[in-house]
């Protein structure tokens, strides 16, 4: 049983050219803010996603 929610996300994007980044975020909503900007990125980048 979980007692409590937790403290911290971590966002790894790990780009084709470069080494990954890790990004540490404690907001669930500032976590969905930048993934959305993550597949926008993607996405001008000329990725297609499923």
Known sequence: MRT???TA???IVT???RPH???AIAD?????DRLAAV???LRTGGWQLA
């Open 39 to 41: 597949m926008l990125d």
């Open 21 to 23: 980044a890790v990004e």
């Open 9 to 11: 996300y971590q966002l």
């Open 4 to 6: 409590a929610e937790p």
């Open 15 to 17: 780009p084709p050219d």
């Open 28 to 32: 669930p909503v500032t976590l969905v």
